[in-house]
């Protein structure tokens, strides 16, 4: 979890909690399989296997004066327990309160909760709720049930700043976006989309220095190809891919396109990713790089936010992905292989 000062995802996301109990602020998580993760990544809960099957939580315990720690394996009701964390947050505002989805397709059976509740309760009713969700969301060949946490779905009904749309890519991003939810002053629900195979990725993990210095970034630059570099092309990602992308550069040592990575998609951080396009020649041409169906994932959104921020003058927006699909993916291990 931690190797020569680097900090693994799993790790980074126990020391924003621990550091928010530290501070007096409670966390809760509950989800179908918290606590061992279901990636077998997070082993919060230790459980003794020969004498009296007793149960011990180590983050609970870190400290004599600390804020509750609570972290419960749910039943398998999607809609039954996000519509009770949803409560659980209206009630104690200052608490980070966390719903984990076991893949991020299984909100599926909560939509009623999201589509009643969590996008529209501030606009119909005056009611706040700072509710974090994590979708784990990715392509890794385990079927059309187990790898979309249906991003298009919270980006369609996105608007008057709802909620927040999140796809961290780095164990410290990770970190200080858990940590800002809590630590502002306002409530917004949180729309995690966090990784499977990535979870165990070196790539991914954060130096110690990024977790006590810097801030969540909304859109990360590619500092490797600047303007100098004059890449033939720019592409924008959101998640897993981003990281593949430039594990392929390094690997091929190319430096003739860029990669910008957009952490942050809702409220859509358009000055940040402007900002990075300007170190670029005008009329480079940029993509829209995403795993999912062409029907699905943020190429929709992206494409019509591009034109309402008078972005598409200057670097007009294609796209790169899999064709129009009914289902999210293919069932085939096989057929993901050869799409990816």
């Given at each position: 979890m931690v190797e020569n000062r680097t900090v693994d995802w799993a790790m980074a996301e126990a020391m924003a909690f621990g550091s928010l109990m530290k501070e007096?602020?409670?966390?809760?998580?509950?989800?179908?399989?918290?606590?061992?993760?279901?990636?077998?990544?997070?082993?919060?809960?230790?459980?003794?296997?020969?004498?009296?099957?007793?149960?011990?939580?180590?983050?609970?315990?870190l400290?004599?004066?600390?804020?509750?720690?609570?972290?419960?394996?749910?039943?398998?009701?999607?809609?039954?327990?996000?519509?009770?964390?949803?409560?659980?947050?209206?009630?104690?505002p200052n608490a980070l309160v966390l719903w984990e989805a076991q893949f991020g397709d299984f909100f599926n059976a909560a939509q009623v909760i999201v589509d009643q509740f969590i996008c529209s309760a501030e606009d119909k009713w005056d009611r706040l709720s700072g509710l974090t969700m994590f979708l784990p969301h990715g392509f890794e060949g385990a079927g059309p049930e187990h790898c979309s946490g249906r991003l298009e779905r919270f980006?369609?009904?996105?608007?008057?700043?709802?909620?927040?749309?999140?796809?961290?890519?780095?164990?410290?991003?990770?970190?200080?976006?858990?940590?800002?939810?809590?630590?502002?002053?306002?409530?917004?629900?949180?729309?995690?989309?966090?990784?499977?195979?990535?979870?165990?990725?070196?790539?991914?993990a954060s130096p110690i220095e990024q977790f006590t210095e810097g801030h969540f970034q909304r859109v990360i630059a590619d500092e490797a190809v600047r303007n100098d570099s004059a890449p033939q092309r720019v592409l924008l990602t959101a998640g897993k891919i981003g990281v593949e992308l430039l594990k392929a550069r390094e690997q091929a040592e190319r430096?003739?396109?860029?990669?910008?990575?957009?952490?942050?998609?809702?409220?859509?951080?358009?000055?940040?990713?402007?900002?990075?396009?300007?170190?670029?020649?005008?009329?480079?041409?940029?993509?829209?790089?995403?795993?999912?169906?062409?029907?699905?994932?943020?190429?929709?959104?992206?494409?019509?936010?591009w034109d309402e921020f008078g972005l598409e003058e200057k670097w007009p927006l294609k796209v790169i992905c899999r064709?129009?699909?009914?289902s999210p993916s293919t069932g085939s291990k096989k057929s993901h292989k050869i799409e990816q």
């Open positions: 007096g602020i409670h966390v809760r998580l509950s989800g179908q399989d918290v606590e061992r993760g279901t990636f077998s990544h997070r082993h919060h809960v230790l459980h003794h296997q020969t004498k009296d099957m007793s149960t011990y939580n180590a983050l609970a315990n400290y004599p004066d600390q804020a509750p720690y609570e972290v419960c394996n749910s039943s398998l009701s999607e809609y039954g327990v996000l519509g009770f964390e949803l409560g659980y947050s209206m009630t104690n980006l369609t009904s996105a608007a008057e700043h709802n909620f927040q749309v999140a796809i961290p890519t780095t164990a410290a991003q990770h970190f200080h976006l858990l940590r800002r939810q809590v630590k502002r002053k306002w409530r917004k629900p949180l729309v995690v989309f966090t990784p499977k195979s990535l979870l165990r990725e070196p790539y991914v430096t003739d396109f860029a990669v910008i990575r957009v952490e942050q998609l809702y409220p859509l951080p358009h000055k940040e990713i402007e900002a990075c396009l300007s170190q670029y020649a005008s009329g480079t041409p940029v993509f829209w790089v995403q795993e999912e169906p062409r029907n699905m994932g943020a190429w929709y959104f992206m494409k019509v936010k064709p129009e699909s009914a």
